[in-house]
């Protein structure tokens, strides 16, 4: 009980939480803990950079702060929404809706049209041809690539895919974009490029920003970061003032 007699300030819940989030692959002899209760707040517009080296769970975590998997114990609260509570049909439209991926294994259709590519979250979403036209060509705009919207992805640069990809995280407006290794295969001046892109989304949109990387530098413009090494959070850095 609180001696105060002054109200609590109205504090909004972080954007995303895990609470003790346990991932184990596979069964009996063969079953091996990825992660172990790692307990994350992530606050609206900021920006988490996730560190470690490779295997040590950085992407087992991503994948489940972004709903694309589900944790053997724990929990992830989306503005304060438990998940774990939720059906297929009610994660699938938030998941569609509040997030953005920029994953390599998530990648473009080569055959497909720049156009095509982006609009597609907006086609799952439901959303009627005009609207799409608006918002896809309003993504390309804000990536530069609105005179691309015709052609193929797969005759793009390697950095005007990864801004393909960017632009079709951002298509549906989402509070968070996840990016695993953004910058990872692309060369220093194109990963540099990339890396604005996704600051300037988060500074003018307010846009939340989790990024898994190796880059050291990356990791230091983040407003914070967690080193992850054997499924557990090792250190926890606020790095921006
Ligand atoms: P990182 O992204 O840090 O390289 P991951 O989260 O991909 O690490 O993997 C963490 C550990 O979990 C690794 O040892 C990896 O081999 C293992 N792992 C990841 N995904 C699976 C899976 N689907 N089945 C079994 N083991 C997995
Ligand atoms: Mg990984």
Same mark, same amino acid.
Not at 83 to 89: K, M, P, Q, V, Y
Not at 134 to 143: F, G, I, S
């Given at each position: ?39 994350? /707040? ?23 702060? *972004?709903?694309? /998997? ?11 929404? *438990? ?54 060509? *309003? *993504?390309? /705009? ?100």
């Amino acid at each position: 009980m609180s001696l105060s007699t002054t109200p609590e300030p109205a504090s909004s819940p972080p954007v995303l939480r895990a609470v003790g989030l346990t991932r184990t692959y596979g069964k009996g002899e063969a079953a091996f803990t990825a992660l172990h209760g790692v307990d994350l /707040d992530v606050q609206r517009g900021h920006s988490l950079a996730i560190v470690g080296k490779s295997g040590s769970g950085k992407s087992t975590l991503m994948h489940l702060l *972004a709903l694309l /998997d589900r944790p053997t114990s724990g929990e992830i609260e989306v503005d304060g929404r *438990a998940a774990s509570g939720l059906r297929a049909r009610e994660l699938n439209p938030l998941r569609n809706k509040t997030f953005g991926f920029v994953f390599q294994q998530f990648f473009l259709t080569a055959g497909q049209t720049v156009f095509e590519n982006v609009s597609l979250p907006l086609v799952i979403a439901g959303l009627s041809p005009k609207e799409r036209k608006e918002r896809t060509m *309003a *993504a390309l /705009d804000a990536l530069g690539l609105a005179d691309k919207a015709n052609n193929r992805a797969n005759d793009l640069s390697g950095g005007q895919k990864q801004r393909v990809v960017i632009a079709r995280a951002l298509v549906n407006e989402p509070s968070v974009i996840f990016a695993d290794e953004p910058t990872g295969n692309l060369d220093t001046a194109t990963g540099a490029q990339v890396e604005e892109i996704l600051f300037r989304l988060q500074r003018e949109r307010g846009i939340t920003l989790v990024v898994v990387t190796h880059d050291r530098d990356l990791a230091a413009r983040c407003d914070s970061s967690v080193t992850i090494a054997d499924g557990r959070i090792v250190e926890r850095t606020e790095v921006a003032a």
